[in-house]
């Protein structure tokens, strides 16, 4: 406990002040759905975890995973099945802080126990770890919750970050809250970062000597799912030997400027559209979009041997095609640029293949690192869009050349699973 020492007031500042925002979120919760949802989903989770896992083995190595939500828990995914390869008796735990990550994972089969993280009070943290008795935890990226951090400490557990990053307007660096982090990132034993630059900031302006250098553990997950494309076997005989253009994770106003810029193409590429979700309203909108503009679509719940991908657009209105439809593609348009952020963009580059994506994408280092490497194009408007998709379409080397650059930048950056993995095994 002494690396914190110097900055224990914050910590127990919060710790002393917890109960008071608790009571007052709490009071005002029936206002707010979303907190209002956060409190219900909890009420006696710490009972029924217990009646969950009270017959597993004590003598268990066992490892505890918290990710924020299903995109946190991803990067973890590749760190597991190592894991659970070369030691098949290790217990995993798994938790979550949204109920988007826990809904999306809830079933997940190598974990004893999915759950969502308790309220962050002193009380519930010393229930969860006598429940969990972790010999390690491991918390991916960012969701640092000081109670429950600081009883794994005490308890005994090793305390590893993974897939750290350390965005440079991120509060982190705040003078107001630069103290409090800088006790919480000093409780882990072990800091693996994403970038030299992220460890460099943890090692100067943090003083985090045990920061080292890991990479990304999703390029290692999107590298060994990209082998597996089996769910497309059906779809891609009829693209062969075509330009095609996967646009996937689209919302609205992805939409809206695709079909628009696609209809001004000389040379069009055959089109797949993958929406952000496949709800009834969502593709009845969808399907509005392309009868108002006059192209005909088939929807793959309803293709047969008589789809023309020369003269009709693929809708995709099912769950569980977008990754392995990018194997197919020429070209990526990936959505969410023009909302919150860009979706993933690593999914598509994995296959070689150029990406275009909205101009909102700085909260996403691998989306970053694809521009700067010449891999990925960022559009603003449809007449950038135009001119982008214009330019790879008919320039059949600069689509290759964009490709390789996109491709090398997923396989060079591997590895984060078997330094994370490693340190794990060598706790046992």
Request: net charge positive.
């Given at each position: ?221 999107v590298l060994q799912r990209s082998k597996n494309t089996g769910r497309v076997d059906h779809i891609k005989p009829f693209f062969e030997n075509k330009t095609v253009l996967v646009a996937g994770s689209v919302w ?173 095994m060598n706790l046992l």
């Amino acid at each position: 406990m002494k690396h914190f020492v110097m900055h224990s007031f914050f910590l127990s500042f919060y710790t002393l002040f917890f109960p008071f925002f608790h009571g007052t979120a709490k009071l005002f919760s029936p206002l707010f759905p979303k907190l209002r949802t956060f409190f219900q989903v909890r009420k006696g989770m710490i009972d029924k975890l217990e009646t969950k896992i009270r017959h597993l083995p004590a003598s268990a190595f066992r490892v505890w995973i918290h990710a924020a939500s299903v995109g946190e828990f991803e990067q973890a995914r590749p760190i597991i099945a190592s894991l659970k390869e070369k030691r098949p008796d290790i217990i995993f735990f798994v938790s979550f802080l949204s109920d988007s990550g826990y809904n999306a994972r809830k079933n997940f089969s190598d974990a004893a126990a999915v759950f969502y993280l308790p309220l962050d009070s002193r009380a519930n943290a010393k229930k969860l770890i006598s429940l969990l008795k972790p010999d390690v935890l491991l918390l991916m990226r960012y969701d640092f919750w000081p109670n429950h951090l600081l009883e794994a400490k005490q308890y005994g557990t090793k305390l590893i970050l993974a897939a750290a990053v350390l965005q440079q307007n991120a509060p982190y660096f705040k003078p107001m809250v630069k103290s409090f982090y800088t006790g919480i990132f000093h409780l882990f034993d072990h800091i693996y970062t994403v970038d030299s630059k992220d460890t460099l900031a943890f090692k100067k302006i943090f003083m985090c000597q045990q920061a080292e250098t890991a990479g990304d553990p999703r390029f290692d997950q999107v590298l060994q799912r990209s082998k597996n494309t089996g769910r497309v076997d059906h779809i891609k005989p009829f693209f062969e030997n075509k330009t095609v253009l996967v646009a996937g994770s689209v919302w609205e106003k992805d939409t809206t400027l695709l079909l628009d810029a696609w209809l001004e193409l000389a040379v069009r590429p055959s089109l797949v559209l993958v929406p952000h979700q496949v709800h009834p309203e969502n593709m009845t909108r969808l399907t509005r979009d392309l009868q108002n503009r006059s192209i005909a679509f088939v929807k793959v719940s309803a293709m047969n041997e008589k789809f023309d991908p020369e003269r009709e657009v693929l809708v995709i209105d099912q769950t569980g095609y977008l990754v392995e439809l990018y194997s197919i593609a020429s070209i990526a348009y990936v959505g969410g640029g023009f909302g919150v952020n860009v979706h993933n963009t690593l999914e598509p580059a994995v296959y070689g293949i150029p990406v275009v994506f909205g101009p909102r994408y700085h909260n996403s280092p691998e989306a970053e690192g694809l521009v700067s490497a010449g891999g990925a194009t960022v559009i603003h408007d449809q007449a950038t869009l135009s001119a982008a998709l214009n330019e790879i379409v008919t320039n059949s080397s600069e689509r290759e050349k964009r490709g390789r650059v996109a491709e090398s930048f997923v396989k060079e950056r591997t590895g984060a699973t078997t330094i994370i993995a490693d340190t794990i095994m060598n706790l046992l």
